[in-house]
């Protein structure tokens, strides 16, 4: 259930990508995601496609794998792309589909969404595929740094993140774990009627809160042990550094961002 | 219950830059009856073996026969709730499981899903508690007042109490003390020879393994690397040490009474005991 979804898995390799600093890729993945919108004609969202799956191709990562992680995320596209093509009235009538007529409009228009909800998957997705937990806890809280002189919690926020994230496969294991405990004693997670499987969740979310509980008041113990007391003057581990690739990496970037304005109609 | 494994492979994310083999063609059978142990380190395919065992995994190839039940890739297995019926699995840390408000309720739960009236499983609760050593007067408890050792228990009857022809027990006492461990093995023992159960236990102790089982399969990256009768099996030492598992200790100290005394007994299955009091016949101590 958890294996074919690819969103938020970090996938290790030996690509350029990987070895970007992560508040390189925060930065250019944030301003895509804007100017995604910014694109309003053909060439134009062909140029971000380029960009994008060159993108993708540079981090080593395998095409058949990205597309069926993206597995759950096909089918919203599909249903935005059908609910545009019946929905959008612009344009001529082009035929009629099921007793609804579908307007050219409604097939420019329903593509160029369904592509752009397709690039933002694809271009997010890739910042946690090759870019681990801690790599973009560390990045966000550099780059929030300056929000300190307003007094806002950003280490505290940082390490809230980071905790999280850390515990997210934990929880997975352990959810899959009791599951399997349980349907030996007999739950059915799978068939039989709604109501039924919604009461088979609670002998799987009760003891997962206890243990979520527990594990969090040992790791706050753990802490406190080893003499944990917040930010302040607290030395990097690993330090983020900007380096000549990065600067490369921003110059494409401009010149695809450039390179969108000149071509959008 | 007979159990035989043929050929069974599995493979964990197959076509993923994340496959992993855990269980490579695989084959062996276990009659209805025997005590099985399965050794082998962390990595060998232990866990996933045993969710074979009641179809919570199928084999990615090959095939698992239990009884009449039949698993097989890509092949719907009929009725595989009569199955976990049949087959009760004790995981590693049982207690993680426990979520009822009452003793009570958490113990009922296994058999009510598969079925049993009321009348059914409070007659079969007594019985129960018995043989995991718990109070009656707990019943109305809430399972997690309960210290560690006892909420092991608890959970332990929570899977008895669905009256399985197949137990299968995974490290079943690991975390308790030693005390506890000594009870709780010789408690599936008993059971084991009492219900005419077929058992069979995953374990780390070479000890447990040779004072329990009468057969004991031994695996390595997920196949099958030794087979047999536990005394054939834990002579083995230079084997056993080619996968870094150890002698059981009273083996080991058979062979260093051998080596620096000249003193040959042959291990069958003798209790500490036994074996103290052979020795001490043998040095000449008689009375």
Redesign the interface.
């Known amino acids: 259930m958890a294996s074919s979804l690819i969103i938020g898995q970090y996938v290790p390799a030996d690509s350029v990508v990987h070895r970007l600093d992560p508040r390189t890729k925060i930065m250019m993945i944030f301003t895509f995601v804007i100017i995604v919108f910014f694109a309003n004609n053909a060439p134009s969202y062909l140029w971000l496609t380029v960009f994008s799956l060159g993108a993708a191709t540079l981090t080593k990562i395998k095409p058949r794998f990205l597309l069926k992680g993206l597995k759950p995320v096909w089918f919203l596209i599909v249903f935005t792309f059908l609910l545009h093509l019946f929905v959008t009235r612009e344009g001529d009538v082009l035929t009629t589909l099921l007793g609804f007529p579908v307007y050219t409009g409604a097939l420019i228009q329903g593509f160029q969404i369904s592509l752009r909800f397709f690039l933002l998957i694809l271009v997010t997705s890739l910042l946690t595929l090759t870019t681990t937990p801690i790599e973009i806890t560390d990045a966000i809280e550099t780059l929030l740094h300056p929000l300190k002189k307003i007094k806002f919690p950003v280490h505290e926020l940082a390490l809230m993140m980071s905790i999280s994230l850390r515990f997210i496969p934990t929880l997975m294991q352990e959810t899959e774990k009791i599951s399997k405990a349980q349907a030996s004693r007999g739950v059915d997670f799978k068939t039989g009627p709604l109501k039924e499987r919604i009461q088979a969740v609670v002998p799987l979310l009760v003891p997962l809160f206890v243990s979520a509980f527990k594990r969090a008041e040992e790791l706050a113990m753990a802490m406190e042990a080893r003499g944990y007391r917040g930010g302040e003057g607290r030395t990097r581990l690993r330090e983020l550094a900007i380096v000549s690739r990065d600067y490369i990496a921003f110059c494409l970037f401009f010149i695809v961002i450039a390179g969108l304005f000149v071509l959008r109609g | 219950m007979d159990i035989s494994f043929k050929q069974v492979s599995h493979t964990?994310?197959v076509?993923?830059?994340?496959e992993y083999h855990a269980l490579k063609s695989l084959d062996f059978d276990i009659k209805s009856g025997q005590f099985v142990a399965i050794v082998g380190h962390t990595g060998s395919g232990k866990s996933t073996l045993i969710?074979h065992l009641?179809g919570?995994l199928k084999p990615t190839s090959g095939e698992v026969v239990i009884g009449d039940y039949r698993l097989k890739a890509d092949e719907k297995t009929a009725n595989i709730?009569g199955l976990?019926?049949k087959v009760?699995?004790v995981?590693q840390y049982?207690e993680?499981?426990?979520?009822e408000e009452t003793i009570e309720k958490d113990i009922a739960?296994?058999p009510?899903?598969?079925g049993a009236s009321d009348e059914t499983i409070q007659a079969r609760i007594p019985k129960i508690l018995e043989a995991v050593n718990l109070d009656v007067a707990l019943l109305n408890r809430s399972p997690?007042d309960l210290s560690g050792g006892q909420m092991r228990r608890v959970a332990i009857a929570?899977?008895l109490a669905?009256e399985p022809d197949v137990l299968v027990l995974d490290e079943p006492t690991a975390g308790l003390d030693p005390r506890g461990q000594q009870e709780i093995m010789d408690m599936f023992y008993k059971l084991h020879h009492e219900k005419g159960l077929t058992t069979i236990l995953v374990t780390h102790s070479m000890e447990d393994a040779l004072k329990y089982a009468d057969h004991v399969i031994i695996l390595e990256q997920g196949k099958k690397y030794l087979e047999g009768k536990p005394e054939d099996i834990f002579v083995q030492q230079a084997r056993l040490k080619q996968v870094q598992l150890d002698v059981p200790e009273e083996i080991q100290f058979l062979m260093d009474l051998e080596k620096r005394l000249g003193m040959t007994i042959h291990y069958e299955k003798q209790s500490v005991d036994d074996l103290a009091d052979t020795i001490k016949h043998r040095l000449g101590g008689g009375q």
């Open positions: 964990y994310q076509n993923s830059p994340f969710q009641n919570l709730k976990r019926e009760g699995v995981f049982p993680h499981q426990l979520f739960f296994g009510k899903n598969f997690f929570g899977v669905m």
